[in-house]
T-cell receptor, first 117, second 115 residues
Framework: DVKVTQSSRYLVKRTGEKVFLECVQD?????MFWYRQDPGLGLRLIYF???????EKGDIPEGYSVSREKKERFSLILESASTNQTSMYLC????????????????FGSGTRLTVV | GNSVTQMEGPVTLSEEAFLTINCTYT??????LFWYVQYPGEGLQLLLK?????DKGSNKGFEATYRKETTSFHLEKGSVQVSDSAVYFC??????????????FGQGTILTVHP
């Protein structure tokens, strides 16, 4: 069974701490994504990566950075955690479709619920 | 830019009731459209998809038709079950170019089905 695994289900961190959220996929997917999920706002894209060491900002990158040193691993970093970063974080990966195909097949992790106090 | 708007929730229904969750979108070009479902404590799972106008996606009794003229992709089910209680997300992506298939999501609609 193909999987996207997020290292922690629940995290509690203090304001100002540096926080690492880890995501690993075992499907050899090219693309990986970090989304943030908040009630009433749906999922918003923080960063994504389309190849090793390559990254691009999503819609809400402020206060976050990412790292992709290996194809299977994509890390989200909160440089100095703040209370407004309390949220559910979802990692996803997708393959690039074949020529002529239109759908990128996504697989999501189960999420990390981060609370910053 | 791309955007997706879902009907306001939460939605509460009795078992065997008819379900409609409205979804409209704004996008350039010809996006693919999706419904994802999130059961309690889990990540998102693809429920159904449609890649071009007039396509109908279907799965587990749920259906949605890609309506380009009304830019809509409403989710329907004729008879809901308690096990359908979840959060439902409408989403779109554009293939090709520098889009990398990024998904744009709606706000999510919480569905609760009572016995």
């Amino acid at each position: 069974d193909v999987k996207v695994t997020q290292s922690s289900r629940y995290l509690v961190k203090r304001t100002g701490e540096k926080v690492f959220l880890e995501c690993v996929q075992d499907m050899d997917h090219e693309n990986m994504f970090w989304y943030r999920q908040d009630p009433g706002l749906g999922l918003r894209l923080i960063y994504f990566s389309y190849d090793v060491k390559m990254k691009e900002k999503g819609d809400i990158p402020e206060g976050y950075s990412v790292s992709r040193e290996k194809k299977e691993r994509f890390s989200l970093i909160l440089e100095s955690a703040s209370t407004n970063q309390t949220s559910m974080y979802l990692c996803a990966s997708s393959f690039v479709p074949s020529r002529g195909e239109r759908v990128y097949g996504y697989t999501f992790g189960s999420g990390t619920r981060l609370t910053v106090v | 830019g791309n955007s997706v708007t879902q009907m306001e929730g939460p939605v509460t229904l009795s078992e065997e009731a008819f379900l409609t969750i409205n979804c409209t979108y704004t996008a350039t070009g010809y996006p693919s459209l999706f419904w994802y479902v999130q059961y309690p404590g889990e990540g998102l799972q693809l429920l159904l998809k449609a890649t071009k106008a007039d396509d109908k996606g279907s799965n587990k009794g749920f259906e949605a038709t890609y309506r380009k003229e009304t830019t809509s992709f409403h989710l329907e089910k004729g008879s809901v079950q308690v096990s359908d209680s979840a959060v439902y997300f409408c989403a779109l992506n554009r293939a090709g170019g520098t889009s990398y298939g990024k998904l744009t999501f709606g706000q999510g609609t919480i569905l609760t089905v009572h016995p």
